[in-house]
């Protein structure tokens, strides 16, 4: 029988967080004032708390695993090393790209910018002699992250599940989801490739039970040419 006082794997938890390095930078938060007075504030994000899937990789793997055998209502600083955050510098991902191959693509590089190339996402770190150099490690690669954690309560309901599901793996704030006669039905606003369907219905599946079929209503759109910061070498 499950327990509704403790956290256990593949059981639905609704969290409270904040997340820092050991410096005290805060870099992700639910809480909406602390977002603010830190400078993490964004008016494209929803500030509350989120709801996640014990052992599912919802979260980062070390938070995922501490987690389980938490109290319900208690608050708890979890500590975390590269290796189960966002996993250790690695020298051979920075690299030197000419300056123009972005002059070629009508972009002036400076320090800190965010560039995609060849499908993988950089920040400039310096510019000279006619090369940039540009870091591929994740900002906070080689750092010991602290979390502190607040877990609010267990999830049961089915529909909150699936709409737990689809805004972590679509990235989406607001979900347009029911349930009837065994049926899940998305509503989304853009087309879904079969590849990524398919692996979202087993989920729902599987994490509901009760769900035996997956339905997405999709509206089409017209394709728009979106102008990015992305350069092929």
Known sequence: MADDKKVEKD????????????????????DEKLAKENGLYSEKKKYEPIVICVGK???LEGLDEALIG??????????????????????????LVSLAQFKKHNLNPTPGMQVEIDGKT????SISGGR???????????????????????????KEKIDAILKIRLGLPEIK?????????IGLDFELPQQIKTPLEEEIKEST????EVIFKEKKKEKQDNTKKSIEQ
């Not at 989801?177 to 039905?185: C, L, N, P, R, V």
């Not at 039970?209 to 035996?212: A, E, I, Y």
């Open 11 to 30: 059981r639905f938890v609704e969290l409270d967080y904040t997340g820092k390095t050991e410096e005290g930078f805060i870099f992700d938060t639910t």
């Open 57 to 59: 990789n919802h979260v």
């Open 70 to 95: 938490k109290e319900v209502g208690k608050e708890y600083s979890i500590e975390l090393t590269p290796e189960k955050a966002f996993g250790k510098r690695t020298p051979s991902l920075i690299k």
């Open 122 to 125: 950089g920040f400039i770190k």
């Open 132 to 158: 940039v150099l540009v870091d591929f490690n994740h900002p906070l690669a080689g750092k010991n992250i602290k979390y502190d954690v607040k877990v609010n309560r267990i999830v049961d309901d089915d």
């Open 177 to 185: 989801s029911k349930i009837e006669d065994g049926k899940a039905i």
């Open 209 to 212: 039970g009760k769900v035996k």
